[in-house]
């Protein structure tokens, strides 16, 4: 693909989206002959078919199913590389891409960004929350994010971890249901509730649903959801139960409570880079996770 030209995959991703060469042509504001011998040049040079035409419309092959994501990935890198290269230009000392977990979006993401504007005033964060750990794993060893904040175990030999904090996953209900009302909760006691869950790529759910087993029963999952935002409001509406971290700190949703549980289960939060890519900026963005304001309001 050496010879294959930025220019030519937007032509691509344009036809491919709008499965037909007039309507592509008109929204990159060109004219449809040249449009169809970029894309055919496209092809030759790439050695495949990419396209199905008919007089109607256009069809993608497979080879054209894989360039397109690929297409996408690659392009959208390329937008936000130029970005960079223009705050730095505009005399920002640097920009990092950081990445942060369902929870530790709402409770320290605000504290961190604050920090770096404190110390750091030069650098610019471009910021990726509410993502799993297993996203952040592979956005880390590709370098799309340059440091995350994510909740191990992680299956990567590529990461360095620096480890903040431990948690207890903390049981939250419907307002509504029977255990609502009761104080201290034990793990079995939830044997034949419906649970909402976190993917199950997720720490967290891993960690939960081994917790479930150790005392008899595995959880069945009902529902789940990236976000925690959404699998509160899932259990807000009555769907089921759910274990999440911290919880309690950060949502005031209406319909639903909060119980500790005995022997909780507890998950790590950890910062993460890839080794061996520690530039001066980062590592002075990492000393800011050992700051009092990278911890403050923290749970005890």
């Known amino acids: 693909m050496d010879d294959v030209e930025v220019r030519q995959m937007r032509y691509f991703i344009a036809v491919a989206e709008e499965k037909h060469f007039g309507r592509a042509a008109q929204r990159l504001h060109m004219a449809q002959p040249p449009l169809s011998q970029q894309i055919k040049q496209l092809e030759e040079q790439l050695g495949t078919q990419l396209l199905i035409r008919t007089t109607r419309k256009v069809d993608l092959t497979a080879a054209g199913e894989l360039l397109l994501g690929r ?36 409770r320290l993401m605000p504290t961190i960004v604050q920090a770096a504007r404190r110390h750091m005033p030069g650098l610019r964060l471009n910021v990726q929350g509410e993502m799993l750990t297993p996203e952040m ?50 793990l079995a006691e939830l044997a034949q509730e419906p649970f909402i869950a976190y ?19 595995s959880p069945r999952i009902v529902q ?3 976000e925690t935002s959404t699998l509160l409001s899932f259990v807000a509406a009555g769907m089921g ?15 639903i409570v909060f119980h500790q549980l005995r022997n909780a289960p507890e998950v ?28 403050e309001g923290n749970p005890a």
């Open 137 to 186: 794993e592979n956005a880390l060893e590709e370098q799309r994010v340059d440091v995350a904040v994510l909740r191990p175990p992680i299956r990567s030999n590529q990461l360095s971890l620096k480890f903040l904090e431990k948690d207890e996953l903390i049981l939250a209900l419907p307002e509504d249901h029977e255990l609502a009302s009761c104080g201290l909760l034990d």
């Open 199 to 217: 993917p199950l790529s997720s720490a967290v759910n891993v960690i939960s649903t081994d917790a479930c087993r150790q005392v008899g029963f």
């Open 71 to 106: 297409a996408r990935l690659l392009l959208a890198e390329i937008d936000k590389l130029a970005q960079d290269v223009k705050l730095v230009g505009q005399g920002a000392s640097g920009v990092l891409r950081v990445g942060f977990s369902g929870t530790a979006t709402y």
């Open 241 to 255: 139960v759910a274990l999440v971290p911290t919880a309690r700190s950060m949502f005031a949703l209406q319909g």
């Open 224 to 226: 789940e959801a990236k």
């Open 268 to 295: 790590d939060l950890a910062v993460a880079w890839k080794s061996g890519n520690e530039t001066v900026l980062l590592r002075k963005f990492l000393a800011l996770f050992d700051t009092p304001a990278s911890t």
